[in-house]
């Protein structure tokens, strides 16, 4: 329980106060900072209403010339409602959190290069280097091997849809009371490793076709 600095009453954790409705900035989860249950799978759109509603009740203007308690209490109900809407309203993200929610963690294990993303990562790779090669001595075979690269993009964008579909069905597993936990860690990690290499790999691959094809003196 904590006690709300405008009317001194005791209220369970949370961000505005049920019984005058003032900033209560209790510590709490990103969950129930937002007022939604502890659930992975969010509809985008309850998450948007939930979280400008709030923001509107404690936004600092509003107390301005409260007690120094109140508006301590507005500014740090604020940035814990935007860090955790920011948390919660990307699947990757929220999963990350749900598992240190849930005292875990992606180790050095699930750091290293999926088994399954292994060949494609090193053809991806050598295929950006030859791309730099060529950019130094060959303009239009540089701008042949961007087209190609343009298609890896495009395959990419794919594994990296096929992974967030993995991971919503993961979300829903959890939210089924699935008891076998051990196992939904283990594949959320694994899902969120394949994740974090394809969009490092996204983003390589992005950078290069953003340079000139023309050849460098």
Request: with cysteine; glycine share 6%.
């Amino acid at each position: 329980m904590v006690q709300c600095p405008s009317c001194a009453r005791l209220a369970e954790p949370c961000l505005v106060c049920p019984q005058c409705g003032g900033p209560l900035a209790a510590e709490t989860d990103g969950f129930t900072a937002l007022g939604l249950s502890r659930k992975l799978v969010i509809d985008p759109a309850a998450l948007e209403r939930a979280y400008h509603a709030l923001s509107r009740r404690i936004h600092p203007d509003r107390f301005a010339s409260s007690p120094p308690a109140v508006r301590d209490a507005s500014l740090r109900g604020t940035a814990l409602l935007t860090r955790s809407y920011r948390i919660l309203r990307d699947p990757v993200t929220r999963g990350i959190y749900w598992l240190e929610l849930n005292g875990e963690q992606l180790n050095q294990d699930n750091n290293r290069v999926p088994p399954e993303l292994a060949a494609m990562v090193f053809e991806a790779q050598e295929q950006l280097a030859e791309l730099r090669d060529a950019r130094r001595g060959d303009a239009a075979q540089a701008r042949e091997m961007a087209a190609g690269i343009a298609e890896r993009r495009a395959a990419l964008a794919g594994l990296i849809d096929q992974a967030r579909g993995d991971l919503q069905r993961n979300f829903e597993r959890w939210d089924g009371g699935e008891s076998e936990r051990t196992a939904l860690s283990g594949d959320l990690k694994a899902i969120l490793s394949r994740i974090a290499y394809l969009r490092t790999l996204m983003r390589d691959v992005d950078r290069e076709l953003e340079e000139p094809s023309a050849v460098t003196l």
